[in-house]
């Protein structure tokens, strides 16, 4: 079955070799042979061959179950493995045989290939099946599942990773946990051999989603961390949880290495160019901060020409040229660029080769109450310009021209702000609504006052008087 004449001779006759291959196999599918001597070959050796085969094995699964376990597995590896056969039609299947003609000693095979192909549908299923199950069954279904698609040994059914996000990896772990229970785990003596059993294998499984699920990248895999650090069933791996949600997030806030093209750049202009969406993030919210301290206390401010602009429209296309006119090629930021829907962020940070923008929303705060700011924030930021799955990163910038209101009263504890009190009240109301939100990564709520510079101008002196109205107040003094 290995010999490359074989695979030679079905690429040259497929039909007529599959015609053979399939009658053996067949027969197989009626015998109690441990594992098969077609299948076992064509699992082993038969890479040429599976493609051949595979179309045709799906066929007969669907209208025949194997007798052995062993050969199902292995009919089970080789149609997962063709890659013209759909996670669709493997989760389909499965579902079939689960729910109608299978058999009850394979059902942990079929639900393994399921959750391998189709997690969100097939864990919800495991879930509430071993609900209805004693607890040693529940248990030894628990372990047979977790043999049939994580097991390192070769004995694993199928291949396919749609469990390998972070909500599935979490409602896995937490199903694994409810049955293979961490504290009846087998105790080893370190360096002392043994022979791995069932229950060894079960939990190193187990262990293994957990380890799967703090190698994702991303806020979203650190959200699910962080409730299974909460929530745990097990209250004394919480701490261990967390510890591993905190190398996450880590691990996440480490930026790309700068090469020596990037020194080179920021040795000359105190910038490199943004390589990552949070990197394009932190140059925006710098040059943001950049135009905030000029404005509110450099020497040559133009804050009174700037407070004089009473519309939002002639302030943001302050703001707009301002990022154009330092951009030194790192960024683009057009105006009001429209969305899909029709909706228009007042500016969004575009970086050659990062592929989400960066939107900036821009309100000039005297015109607005509290509760609307805090609305736009959360409404028009965030669940408006951030929907984009590319874009995880916004600014909320305001500015204070001190006319039309010069207090907000916060929404939820009816507090009297001022400005400065305003943009931490935004900032920590924002961070703690995305705390639990995966898709989006930051919000920097940043406030320029264009008073203090109004504020710390000197009051002009009095006018002296004319030596003509000099002289007649001497006049006037003067007596007969």
Request: charged share 30%.
């Amino acid at each position: 079955m290995g010999s490359r004449w074989l695979g030679a001779l079905g690429a040259k006759f497929p039909t007529e070799v599959v015609e053979v291959l399939f009658t053996e196999i067949a027969w197989e599918f009626t015998q109690d042979d441990p594992d098969g001597y077609v299948i076992s070959n064509l699992v082993w050796h038969g890479e040429q061959l599976r493609a051949l085969v595979s179309h045709r094995l799906l066929d007969l699964l669907s209208a025949h179950e194997p007798r052995s376990p062993g050969v199902l597995r292995g009919a089970l590896k080789i149609v997962s493995a063709g890659e013209t056969i759909s996670d669709t039609e493997l989760a389909a299947l499965a579902e079939s045989k689960i729910k109608g003609d299978g058999l009850a000693s394979s059902q942990p095979l079929w639900v393994g290939l399921w959750i391998s192909a189709q997690a969100p549908e097939a864990l919800n299923f495991l879930d509430s099946h071993l609900r209805t199950l004693g607890e040693k069954e529940a248990k030894n279904f628990a372990m047979a599942v977790s043999s049939a698609f994580l097991s390192n040994d070769h004995d694993w059914v199928s291949r396919r990773e749609s469990f390998k996000t972070p909500s599935s990896l979490k409602q896995l772990f937490e199903i694994f946990c409810r049955y293979i229970k961490h504290p009846e785990d087998t105790k080893r003596v370190h360096l002392q051999a043994h022979t791995p059993e069932d229950r060894d294998d079960a939990q190193r499984e187990r262990d293994a989603v957990l380890t799967m699920l703090g190698e994702i990248e991303g806020k979203e895999a650190f959200v699910a961390l962080m409730e299974l650090a909460d929530t745990h069933v097990d209250q004394n791996l919480r701490p261990y949880i967390r510890r591993a949600a905190l190398a996450r997030a880590e691990a996440d806030a480490n930026l790309k290495p700068w090469t020596a093209a990037d020194f080179h750049t920021f040795e000359k202009d105190l910038d490199r160019n943004p390589g990552s969406q949070r990197e394009l993030f932190d140059l925006v919210c710098n040059r943001l901060l950049d135009f905030k301290q000029e404005l509110e206390e450099g020497d040559d401010s133009i804050a009174s020409i700037v407070h004089k602009a009473s519309k939002e429209t002639e302030q943001r296309n302050f703001f707009g040229k301002l990022f154009r006119d330092r951009a030194n090629g790192r960024y683009f930021a057009p105006n009001e660029e429209e969305l899909a829907d029709a909706k228009r962020p007042d500016l969004r940070i575009h970086a050659p080769g990062v592929e989400g923008p960066v939107p900036i929303e821009f309100k000039i705060a005297d015109k607005w109450t509290g509760s609307k700011l805090f609305e736009r924030l959360q409404n028009q930021l965030v669940n408006d310009y951030l929907r984009d799955a590319r874009s995880a990163y916004g600014v909320f910038l305001m500015s204070y021209r001190g006319k039309e209101r010069q207090s907000w009263e916060h929404p939820v504890t009816s507090a009297i702000l001022n400005f400065d009190e305003l943009c931490i009240a935004l900032q920590v109301f924002i961070d703690d609504y995305i705390a639990k939100r995966p898709d989006v990564d930051g919000i920097r709520v940043i406030g320029i006052d264009l008073t203090k510079r109004l504020q710390q101008r000197r009051p002009d002196p009095a006018p002296r008087a004319t030596r003509k109205t000099a002289a007649k107040s001497g006049s006037a003094k003067a007596g007969p």
